[in-house]
């Protein structure tokens, strides 16, 4: 049997205006991305006359609400596009509808009206930076919102009790095709030493997706006269925030610490394997997940793809990830630390195209934001 297809719902408190889609979710490809388009129930009654607009909104957020000072709000609007559907500017007969605003309207009737909004290609994907457990409050993050709205103009401040939001995500797979498998290497020469202690770390493939088991090529060659100790496998991720500042974070989000050593003239070649998962790291403050909604539970983020033409500025945070392994060489005269890093990517893979059926479900729709 095929999946069903939920259409989410959500009306304004005076019930004035309802916003009725067929997902949240939609897919930046690289080359496009998916168009966001709904439909807006009307209640004429209750509009009294004034027009009613559609707003599609990316936000980047880097405090709460109650924050603000003196007027100045946490948070930056990265894009914002508002439409008028009522009255309608163009006849909705004529107008192209996706199969989904077609059955919807059929559904509600004369006084449903469907939108359409396409996305720039320098946005980026939704993203938020996790809370400490003592924080309730708006994390750091980039969000992406519907807002359907009564007003007398597009410039007029919206009243509560006349708009409604509806909270989507901007997302992305995994490419089709990966790079080459990633690799690094480094040579140490230490003094009264004659040979070098070299090391290289590669992986299996560029990219890999969110709960899959990273298998870590370590091969360790000691010429030198050192012993080499205390090696360890990390997974970290490093987040830039490049909209407002040029703070960085560096978390491991999974690390083997092992009991491996490399006595002077032998060799080491070993695999490893490590999981980052986020289940193992929720106490971790100002790690990068992607965006959620409200009662669903989200993973680490993914990896940023920026294309050559975009400003990294606009993106807000940008997320990558890469595997670090490191030793100590111990020698009579001091210790030196040796590492290696090999960047790679974390992301999700494309889901399998399924048909499915629509259902209309209003479970839990205004939890939903």
Not at 175 to 188: I, R, W
């Amino acid at each position: 049997m095929a999946p069903k297809h939920v259409i989410y719902k959500k009306l304004s408190r005076d019930k004035s205006v309802g916003v009725y889609m067929g997902k949240r979710d939609f897919v930046d490809h690289c080359d496009f991305v998916d168009p966001v388009d709904g439909v807006v129930l009307i209640d004429p009654a209750q509009v009294k006359g004034k027009k009613v607009y559609v707003m599609l909104s990316c936000t980047f957020r880097y405090g709460r609400d109650d924050m603000d000072v003196l007027g100045i709000a946490f948070r930056r609007d990265i894009f914002l596009c508002t439409r008028q559907v009522y009255p309608p500017l163009q006849d909705k007969e004529r107008s192209v509808h996706t199969k989904v605003q077609e059955k919807i309207l059929r559904k509600l009737g004369d006084n449903a009206h469907p939108f359409f909004f396409e996305f720039p290609d320098n946005l980026p994907c939704s993203v938020a930076l996790q809370p400490a457990s003592t924080d309730p409050g708006k994390r750091c993050a980039v969000e992406f919102e519907v807002k359907a709205f009564c007003a007398e103009n597009q410039d007029e401040k919206a009243q509560k009790r006349s708009s409604v939001r509806l909270a989507i995500r901007k997302i992305q797979y995994a490419p089709d095709k990966g790079g080459a498998a990633p690799s690094a290497e480094t040579t140490c020469e230490f003094v009264m030493s004659d040979k070098p202690l070299h090391m290289r770390v590669s992986l299996e493939k560029e990219t890999y997706y969110h709960e899959e088991k990273i298998n870590i090529s370590v091969d360790i060659d000691n010429s030198s006269s050192r012993n080499v100790k205390d090696v360890s496998v990390s997974v970290e991720q490093v987040t830039s925030v490049v909209l407002y500042s040029n703070d960085k974070y560096v978390s491991p989000v999974a690390y083997d610490e092992t009991m491996d050593t490399v006595p002077a003239g032998t060799s080491l070649k070993k695999v490893y394997s490590l999981c980052p998962l986020l289940g193992n790291n929720r106490e971790r403050h100002g790690l990068a997940l992607d965006g959620k909604l409200k009662h669903e539970d989200t993973n680490l983020a993914s990896s940023s793809i920026v294309k050559d033409e975009v400003l990294k500025e606009i993106l807000g945070m940008l997320v990558a990830y890469r595997v670090v392994v490191k030793c100590t060489a111990a020698g009579v005269v001091g210790s030196s630390e040796v590492a290696v890093e090999v960047p790679f990517k974390l992301m999700h893979p494309k889901p399998d195209p399924v048909k499915t059926q629509l259902t209309w479900c209003s479970r839990s729709l205004n939890a939903l934001i």
